[in-house]
């Protein structure tokens, strides 16, 4: 019995996903809940899980494809022709026995959650390996790209190859930036994991090589890629979700940006403080955490800048929690993802979420949940070595503090002259929830705690 599995909407409202790699093949025997597609939509990488246990029949599509939403994936051949369900597949010696019944009639798609890791990846066949795959290694690798290919063709790497590289988004989308065959790159992270790193000593090599012998004669003369004028990158993915979410919040919310510069020296020396406390070894406190503790405080006595303007409904809605935006660069764009009911938590704690949600980010895991539901945010453009910004509204949401880089510098410190760190906040607020004198009221409260740490004790 041949069973379809159409693209479900991956909880977003988002019509199309791109298809970043199969973790199945044709043929394979798969698990109910078994991962069988990484794919990428506008705000995340999400793994598919299989709603069937059977034997993949067919791939609709190939790694790279943009599909629609509803669009044919994946088709199953599933045990028990003529019509029946999907039962318990018993070549797989880890795979539980199930209920036929209760798997056909509660597939486990996107959202129910996906299989754990401990479940493993499908089983494939045995494949036939090429005898003759004794290319000399070190020179494939000092080889352009092009020659790679043709000497690997001729001494049936194809064969050796065929299994996908382990590797992670960010990493493959690097590699295909830089025409990278990631099958000619040697891993050096856990069980052979793909880095940046081995994508970037790769190229190096590749780009500092010399003619290759018998082979680079007969080759068409290899181009760097950078020799190129232009280069031409479809818009897609967090990109594109970015960008249209930035032009809809700056064409739909009144902007208005303030601007306080801040002695927080006190800041710095209790971050200094607590990182040599030996009792919080292992946690990261710094000012990100120590600002974002401050505007939790803040927005408890300014409720306006944790607020939403909902059109539809004619109404300003006032939450009474925080979901705290964190954006965070990512080889994949900007991201938002927030921490939820952050008002609740310490200032470690803080430290904590915000350091493993970023660490999520950056590794493209982020999912769609996590990324929406946010009430503010915050943006660090001081890691650039940037002193301040007006930062765009993350549509929904009243307001986003952008924290300046902490420079060293002449300042007044009781009645003198004085070198004290110093930092500049910058608030954007939607000027139809938030009056001048509210945001500025805001800001005040929020650089008074990173100027005076010890003023958080008076607030709640």
Not at 67 to 96: C, N, Q
Not at 102 to 117: D, F, I, T, W
Not at 360 to 368: D, E, H, I, Y
Not at 389 to 415: D, K, M
Request: proline share 6%; glycine share 8%; with cysteine.
């Amino acid at each position: 019995m041949i069973e379809d599995f159409r693209l479900p909407d991956l909880g977003e409202g988002l019509p199309e996903a791109e298809l970043v790699a199969w973790a199945v093949a044709e043929g394979d025997t798969v698990t109910l809940n078994q991962t069988i597609a990484e794919v990428e939509t506008a705000k995340a990488v999400v793994e598919l899980p299989s709603p069937f246990a059977g034997v993949v029949k067919t791939l609709h599509h190939a790694a790279g494809d943009v599909i629609e939403v509803g669009s044919v994936l994946i088709s199953f051949d599933l045990p028990g022709g003529g019509g029946s369900p999907a039962a318990p597949v018993t070549a797989v010696a880890e795979a539980p026995e199930v209920d036929a019944e209760a798997e056909k009639a509660q597939p486990n798609l996107v959202g129910y959650g996906a299989a754990p890791r401990s479940a493993g990846r499908p089983q494939r066949r045995a494949r036939a390996v090429g005898t003759s795959a004794s290319t000399d290694t070190a020179v494939l690798e000092a080889a352009p790209h092009d020659v790679l290919r043709e000497r690997a063709t001729a001494h049936d790497l194809d064969e050796r190859l065929r299994e996908r590289p382990r590797s992670t988004p960010p990493v493959r989308k690097f590699a295909k930036d830089h025409g990278v065959d990631l099958a000619l790159v040697t891993g050096s992270g856990t069980s052979g994991l793909i880095t940046r790193a081995d994508v970037e000593d790769y190229v190096r090599r590749v780009e500092g090589a010399v003619a290759v012998p018998d082979v680079a004669a007969s080759a068409v003369p290899a181009t760097r890629a950078n020799d190129a004028r232009t280069t031409r990158t479809p818009i897609r993915g967090v990109r594109k979700h970015t960008a249209a979410a930035m032009v809809r919040s700056a064409f739909t919310a009144p902007h208005v940006t303030t601007f306080l510069t801040v002695d927080v020296t006190p800041t710095m020396e209790l971050v200094a403080a607590l990182k040599a406390d030996r009792a919080l070894e292992g946690h990261r406190v710094g000012v990100m955490a120590v600002a974002a503790k401050a505007v939790c405080l803040a927005l408890g006595r300014h409720p306006e800048l944790n607020s939403a303007w909902d059109e539809a409904a004619g109404e300003i809605v006032t939450h009474h929690y925080v979901n705290l935006g964190i954006a965070a660069a990512t080889d994949r764009g900007l991201v938002v993802p927030n921490v939820r009911d952050a008002h609740e938590l310490t200032l470690v704690e803080l430290a904590d979420a915000i350091r493993d949600l970023a660490a999520t980010a950056r590794a493209g895991r982020t999912a769609p949940a996590d990324m929406s539901g946010g009430t503010f945010s915050i943006t660090n453009v001081g890691v650039f070595g940037v002193d301040a910004g007006t930062p765009i509204l993350n549509p929904g949401e009243a307001g986003i503090l952008a924290l300046g880089a902490v420079r060293r510098q002449p300042w007044e410190h009781h009645g003198e002259i004085a070198l004290r760190d110093v930092m500049t906040l910058a608030l954007s607020f939607d000027h139809r929830l938030v009056d001048g004198e509210q945001g500025s009221r805001f800001l005040t409260a929020v650089g008074g705690v990173l100027a005076e740490p010890g003023r958080a004790m008076l607030l709640r």
